[in-house]
């Protein structure tokens, strides 16, 4: 059964960082793209980036919201991908999901973690 | 960025009811269109994607349409567990954007 996992999230004041994880299992991880999907409360869903699989070049892109701020990674020993966040802002209040994502043809998200919530704050 | 608008924002309907929900490109996307559904205090579900597809273990009731800038999501016969959040996103250029969703409510 593929499954999602993200950890991480909690309170935190601007400007400071936080460090998401995503731990997959029940697929090989190395096959896939994993991408970041964010939802504010009671707000819609915005991406916020994604890092392709190693057959794919294992580039990162971004929304450029977060350009600069946040950085993608993966440690395929461990099936984890990270989301670092730099300089939070409070616009970054959120809960962050993350997706398996093909790589290919129709880069569809077909699995999701149960999303982790972050609150930026003073 | 290519921008997703769905329409309506919104719709009251009742168990039994077909309902189409639609999405419009601001530039072509060909195909690639996917539809994700959401309940509340979960995440997102894929329903939809390459426009048409149906993703495994989605009931047959959803249906997808469109190409290029227009798309439609269909439910033929709306059951209980379809009222919830319904999202559009485009995978045709980064930044993947979504639709702002269509919440459909009980009438």
């Known amino acids: 059964e593929v499954q999602l996992v993200e950890s991480g999230g909690g309170l935190v004041q601007p400007g400071r960082s936080l460090r998401l994880s995503c731990t997959a299992s029940?697929?090989?991880?190395?096959?896939?793209?994993v991408s970041w999907v964010r939802q504010a409360p009671g707000k819609g869903l915005e991406w916020v980036g994604f890092?392709?699989?190693?057959?794919?070049?294992?580039?990162?892109e971004y929304v450029a919201s977060v350009k600069g701020r946040f950085t993608i990674s993966r440690d395929g020993s461990k099936s984890i991908a990270y989301l670092q966040m730099n300089s939070l802002k409070t616009e970054d209040t959120a809960v962050y999901y993350c997706?398996?994502?093909?790589?290919?043809?129709?880069?569809?998200?077909?699995?999701w973690g149960q999303g982790t919530l972050v609150i930026v704050s003073s | 960025d290519i921008q997703m608008t769905q329409s309506p924002s919104s719709l009251s309907a009742s168990v039994g009811d077909r309902v189409t929900i639609t999405c419009r490109a601001s530039?072509?996307?060909?195909?690639?269109l996917n539809w994700y559904q959401q309940k509340p205090g979960k995440a997102p579900k894929l329903l939809i994607y390459?426009?048409?597809s149906l993703q495994s273990g989605v009931p047959s009731r959803f249906s997808g349409s469109g190409s290029g800038t227009d798309f439609s999501l269909t439910i033929s016969s709306l059951q209980p567990e379809d009222f919830a959040t319904y999202f559009c996103?485009?995978?045709?250029?980064?930044?993947?954007?979504f639709g702002h969703g269509t919440k459909v409510e009980i009438k």
């Open positions: 890092s392709r699989s190693k057959a794919f070049g294992g580039t990162t």
């Open positions: 997706t398996r994502a093909h790589d290919y043809g129709d880069y569809r998200a077909d699995f």
């Open positions: 530039q072509s996307i060909i195909s690639y």
């Open positions: 029940g697929f090989t991880f190395g096959d896939y793209a």
């Open positions: 996103q485009q995978t045709y250029s980064t930044p993947r954007t």
């Open positions: 390459g426009a048409s």
